[in-house]
Each structure stands twice: as structure tokens, then as C-alpha cells.
């Protein structure tokens, strides 16, 4: 007989990157998560300035856009989006319910409004979606065990005057750890 001596409950994010070659297009991925909370994109761009780097130039594509994830038949959001300011609203939307994931007020240091929106037509441009059942509860994220796959649908049209080449796709996932006195049990 075992006894569970504690239960914690971790985030891990994972990421990938994915060469944008047309104006439009459908990037999917395969991942067996049980608790996928929320996906963040962001896109890099050829021709940046020499002080930035692929992990703090997050390129604005143009104010003509579209995208919407999928997985297996849900779809987030239910709508595409199309905006700059929908695409804001849903980051924003994401970091807030995302809440209880975060330490000090900010989930990883990601916080919605402390980005301009000089700066979000600029270098921090980020859309975030979430994918909670529940909004704002922890450990409600989609599963993904029964073999979905992810897909990603965009549609940019101004993508080779705005010099973009590549999309970051960073996946936020919860995780239980169970500590029993005969060992470790982890839950992904």
C-alpha cells in the first residue's frame, strides 16, 4: 500500500518553430497533452534590427490578418480572428484567465498590458489563446491524449513586404506531480 505524501501542480511550456513560405496556410501539431491551457504565437521576421533576437522580436504581420486554432473538432476561437485588436483582446483575455498559473500577478512574466500599442505594431506583437474549459480555473485545460491534432489556420496576405519567414508556436501545459512514499508519479 502506498500513501500519497503530496500533490503539486506545474506548467511546462513547449515550443516549436515553423517556416512560413505562403501567404496562407494550415501548421499542424501532434502533441498527447491532457491539459493544454493556452497556445501563444509569435512571428520572426528576416530583416530585424541587429539588437533583437528570435526570442524578443515578436513581428507585427499587418493589419490584415486571420487565424484560428483547431483541435480535433473544437475550435478557438469559435470565429477567426481578424484584427489587430482581436488578436489583443484575446492575448489579453488569455494572460487574465490564466491568473491562477502565475506568480506575483503576471503568468511567467507575460502580462497584457504592459505592452504600447506602438509596441505591439512593432517588435511585441503576440496573440494568445486560450483553451481552458473553465475560465481562470487551473487544471482545466483541453486533453489531447485521444490522439487530436493541433491545427493552426493563418492567412497573411502582406507576409513578404512585412518579411516574415517564421512562426513561433509555444504551447502552455499543466501537469500534476503525485510524491508517494514508494516513489514519484507524474500526470501529463
Do not use: W
Request: some cysteine; hydrophobic content about 40%.
Amino acid at each position: 500500500m502506498f500513501v500519497v505524501l503530496a500533490k503539486i501542480d506545474y506548467n511546462t511550456f513547449i515550443n516549436s518553430q515553423h517556416a512560413m513560405t505562403t501567404s496562407s496556410g494550415l501548421i499542424q501539431v501532434s502533441r498527447a497533452l491532457t491539459r493544454l491551457a493556452a497556445v501563444f504565437l509569435s512571428f520572426d521576421q528576416s530583416t530585424r534590427q541587429q539588437r533583437y533576437r528570435a526570442f524578443n522580436n515578436f513581428h507585427y504581420p499587418g493589419d490584415v490578418l486571420e487565424l484560428q486554432l483547431q483541435v480535433g473538432s473544437n475550435k478557438f476561437p469559435e470565429m477567426k480572428m481578424n484584427s489587430r485588436s482581436e488578436c489583443f483582446a484575446k492575448l489579453r483575455d488569455t494572460c487574465r484567465d490564466l491568473q491562477p498559473l502565475a506568480a506575483h500577478g503576471t503568468v511567467y512574466g507575460i502580462t497584457a498590458s504592459s505592452i504600447t500599442p506602438a509596441g505591439y505594431m512593432g517588435n511585441e506583437f503576440t496573440v494568445g489563446i486560450n483553451t481552458e474549459k473553465i475560465e481562470g480555473a487551473a487544471s482545466s485545460g483541453l486533453n489531447m491524449k485521444d490522439g487530436s491534432v493541433m491545427s493552426l489556420g493563418y492567412k497573411i496576405p502582406y507576409i513578404t513586404s512585412s518579411n516574415i519567414n517564421s512562426m513561433y508556436f509555444t504551447m502552455l501545459a499543466g501537469h500534476k506531480l503525485e510524491i508517494r512514499n514508494a516513489g514519484v508519479v507524474i500526470y501529463d
